[in-house]
């Protein structure tokens, strides 16, 4: 199991104590919020999302942004299969089908911070988007593709 702190993830067993063989996941960034959506883990911060397997932490895409928030991690989408953790102390929990990590970032226009723009409130563009993992079509087993951005 990964658990995630602002700077790094560490995997540890079913009572909370480091596995060592495993060690910790340093974050190219800082995180201001975590969402798990198996296999993935995104790391958020405001200029980045980081894409991460979850079983081993590898990077497997960055995505760049203006002031990226996570609006909603998909927590309450996971549907349990079984009905006791299993032997290494997870629950084998899936995501609900259709359930999706959502975020919002700043929408760069060129016209943040000109005078005579057109946004006449003083109000800041922003998209809203949803996270979707993806299947490549030479993904192995091992390396399911990573979520893309709609």
């Known amino acids: 199991m ?4 602002t700077e790094f993830g560490l995997y540890v067993d079913k009572h909370g104590d480091p596995n060592l063989t495993k060690g910790t996941v340093e974050w190219e960034g800082t995180a201001d919020a975590v969402a798990w959506h ?11 999302i980081e894409v991460r397997l979850v079983d081993t932490g590898k ?3 960055v995505i ?18 079984h009905s006791a953790p299993d032997l290494d102390g ?12 959502h975020g ?9 911070g000109r005078t005579g723009s057109s946004d006449t409130a003083g ?26 951005q709609h």
């Open 104 to 112: 919002v970032m700043r929408a760069d226009d060129g016209s943040q």
């Open 90 to 101: 997870t629950w084998n929990q899936t995501p609900a089908q259709g359930e999706h990590v």
């Open 123 to 148: 109000g800041m563009k922003q998209h809203v988007f949803v996270l979707i993992p993806t299947i490549r079509q030479f993904t192995t087993p091992e390396e399911p593709a990573p979520p893309t």
């Open 38 to 48: 198996p296999p993935y883990v995104l790391i958020f911060n405001s200029h980045s």
């Open 59 to 61: 990077l497997c895409q």
């Open 2 to 5: 990964l658990t995630t702190f």
């Open 64 to 81: 760049r942004g203006q002031d990226l928030q996570c609006t909603w991690d998909g927590r309450g989408s996971l549907v349990r299969t």
